[in-house]
C-alpha cells in the first residue's frame, strides 16, 4: 500500500492509474477505522481496481473543539487493517496541504435547508467544514466513484448537492450501515465509550427501530416523543433530535403522508458522546 501525504505526488500516482486504464474508487474517512470503514473498502475494491482512502481529521467540520481535540488517532492500526483489506493507497494529508490559505478562509457553498435541519442546526458549520474537505479531497484524487456510509445519511445528501454545485459528475456509491450484534452502528466515536455505555448505545437504534414499527399515516408527534422517553430511561444523557424525514430530500415528514420513503434519524449523547444513526422506511 502507497502511502502518500503530498497533493503532488498523489496526483502523479493518480496519473499513472490513469495510464493504466485503473478505475479509481476512493474513500474519505477521518481514521480510527472500524469494520464499517473496511466494508467501504471492501464494495469499492469489487467496483474498482485502485482504491485509496483517506485519512484526515478535518478541523472545519467541528463546531465543537472538545470533541475535535477528543477525536480517536489510532494511525497505525489504521494502517494495518488498510493493507490487510487490500486497500492500494492512503492519502494522509495535513492541514497546509488541503487548506493552503488556512482554515479560516473556507469557500461558501449554497446548501440550501440541508444545512440548517438535523446534523445542521446542532452542529452549524459542519456542512460547510464537510463540504471543504471533500471538494478539496476530491480536486487532488478525481476519483471515478466516491464511496461513502448510509450511517451519515444527511452527508451523504449534502456531498451529492456540493457535486451539483460544483458541477462534478463522481457517482456516489451508498454503501448500508455496519452495526454491531447489539444493533449499535459502527463508530469511531464508540472507541470512547465505556463497556457499560457501548451495551447502553444499543438503545439508540432501538428507538429507531421503534419509530419505524409503530410509524402512522398522519401526525407521528407522539411517538417521537415516547422514543425520545425511551433514549433517557435508557441511560442516554440527552437527544439532539429524533426525526422522521423524507428519503427525497430529508425535509420533515413527522406528519407522514403514509407512502413517501422517510428516514427516521437520531443523534443523543452517551456518557459525553455525541452519537448518530438512522434507518430507512420504504412504505
Ligand atoms: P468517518 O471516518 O466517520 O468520517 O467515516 C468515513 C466514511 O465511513 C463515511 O462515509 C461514513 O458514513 C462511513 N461509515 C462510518 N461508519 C460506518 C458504518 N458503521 N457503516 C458503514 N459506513 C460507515
Redesign the pocket.
Known amino acids: 500500500m502507497i502511502i502518500l501525504k503530498k497533493i503532488a505526488l498523489l496526483k502523479a500516482v493518480i496519473s499513472q492509474e490513469r495510464v493504466a486504464n485503473n478505475i479509481i474508487g476512493f474513500?474519505?474517512?477521518?481514521?480510527?477505522?472500524?469494520?464499517?470503514?473496511l466494508?467501504?473498502v471492501k464494495k469499492a475494491l469489487d467496483k474498482c481496481n485502485f482504491v485509496i482512502v483517506s485519512i484526515y481529521v478535518n478541523p472545519t467540520q467541528f463546531n465543537n473543539q472538545e470533541d475535535f481535540k477528543k477525536y480517536p488517532i489510532t494511525l497505525e492500526e489504521d494502517l494495518l487493517n488498510l493493507t490487510r483489506a487490500g486497500c492500494h493507497a492512503v492519502f494522509l494529508p495535513d492541514t497546509d496541504e488541503l487548506y493552503p490559505d488556512g482554515i479560516g478562509n473556507l469557500v461558501h457553498y449554497p446548501l440550501g435547508f440541508l444545512e440548517t435541519i438535523l446534523e445542521g442546526e446542532h452542529r452549524p458549520g459542519h456542512f460547510q467544514g464537510v463540504s471543504n474537505v471533500v471538494d478539496r479531497l476530491l480536486q487532488a484524487v478525481n476519483p471515478d466513484y466516491l464511496?461513502?456510509?448510509?450511517?451519515?445519511a444527511q452527508?451523504?445528501k449534502v456531498i451529492a448537492k456540493m457535486l451539483a454545485l460544483t458541477n462534478q459528475t463522481i457517482p456516489l456509491e451508498i454503501?448500508?450501515?455496519?452495526?454491531a450484534s447489539s444493533g449499535l452502528?459502527?463508530?469511531?466515536r464508540n472507541k470512547r465509550l465505556s463497556a457499560i455505555g457501548l451495551t447502553k448505545a444499543a438503545a439508540l437504534y432501538e428507538s429507531l427501530l421503534f419509530v419505524k414499527k409503530n410509524l402512522i399515516p398522519g401526525d407521528n408527534n407522539k411517538l417521537i416523543h415516547e422514543a425520545k422517553a425511551q433514549l433517557i430511561q435508557a441511560g442516554f444523557d440527552s437527544v439532539d433530535y429524533l426525526a422522521i424525514a423524507k428519503e427525497a430530500d430529508l425535509s420533515d415528514a413527522v406528519i407522514w403522508d403514509g407512502k413517501e420513503a422517510v428516514y427516521i434519524l437520531g443523534a443523543a449523547y452517551m456518557e459525553g458522546v455525541r452519537l448518530i444513526d438512522n434507518t430507512l422506511f420504504v412504505g
Request: aromatic residues 4%.
Open positions: 474513500i474519505p474517512t477521518m481514521g480510527a477505522l472500524h469494520e464499517g470503514h466494508t467501504l464511496f461513502l456510509g448510509e450511517k451519515d452527508q451523504c454503501i448500508p450501515t455496519m452495526r452502528a459502527l463508530s469511531s
